[in-house]
């Protein structure tokens, strides 16, 4: 009905335009006028934010999820927490223990185990390895020599030579005896290190009273726990190491 009246509205305007009695620019200006009018105010505040919305809603629903490790993605568990931790530390230094424990018997098959300990010989030289996977600990260690024998001068000596050429082996006074002792935590400790510190172990022993050097690294040079090094790895080229994959051993 609307439709009918505005159509009845042109062609009253149009024919009375055609007869001269209304000019054609008196009336088609002011409905092109109101036509845009009309149309701004249709797509007013009141509509312009609903098709916003949908257009947001659409880009948000294509834009693709980040790649996994972008760091972008939500977490897919929570931390673990301190008791989780503990466990999880206690496994890692239990199969460490089975890994040392197979790398001393590949050295040494002669070796004694007294639960987590061991006692074994490299080079003639008895050694002591302690081991708490509770604490995550261990330590590999051998007698020197009586305290007894140590004067004010080579005690200050020993100390100069934990500082620069003993390096992760340490000399030690305890229970009236001077040691050799490397100290290490457990659930960390490679094949790799498991043979450096036995060999810094000795390597202190050996050069006590000449050059006090573990024989790795020092400010002075040092080459003698490269050849024992060689060596223990030849021997477990030899001899591999038979690593179990529980901690049954």
Request: net charge neutral.
């Amino acid at each position: 009905m609307a439709r009918k009246h505005a159509r009845q509205i042109w062609q009253a305007l149009w024919k009375r335009s055609s007869t001269g009695a209304i000019p054609v620019w008196r009336w088609l200006v002011p409905v092109a006028l109101s036509a845009i009018v009309g149309v701004f105010a249709f797509a007013g505040p009141g509509i312009a934010p609903a098709g916003a919305e949908k257009r947001l809603i659409r880009i948000q629903q294509e834009v693709p999820s980040p790649p996994p490790g972008s760091g972008a993605e939500k977490p897919e568990s929570p931390p673990l927490s301190d008791e989780e931790q503990a466990l999880r530390r206690i496994e890692a230094s239990r199969a460490a223990f089975a890994r040392l424990a197979a790398i001393i018997l590949a050295l040494d098959p002669k070796a004694q185990r007294v639960n987590n300990s061991f006692a074994f010989t490299i080079d003639g030289i008895p050694l002591n390895v302690v081991t708490d996977p509770e604490a995550d600990r261990m330590r590999i260690f051998t007698m020197v020599t009586p305290e007894a024998a140590i004067g004010p001068d080579l005690l200050t000596r020993l100390l100069q030579a934990n500082f620069d050429t003993a390096l992760d082996a340490r000399y030690a006074l305890a229970q009236g005896f001077l040691w050799s002792v490397y100290i290490h935590p457990l659930s960390p400790l490679t094949e790799d290190q498991i043979v450096s510190g036995i060999s810094q172990t000795v390597t202190l022993v050996k050069t006590f009273g000449s050059t006090f050097t573990s024989g790795v690294f020092s400010f002075g040079g040092g080459d003698s726990v490269g050849i024992l090094e060689d060596e223990l790895r030849k021997r477990l080229e030899k001899n591999p190491p038979v690593i179990p994959d529980d901690d049954s051993i």
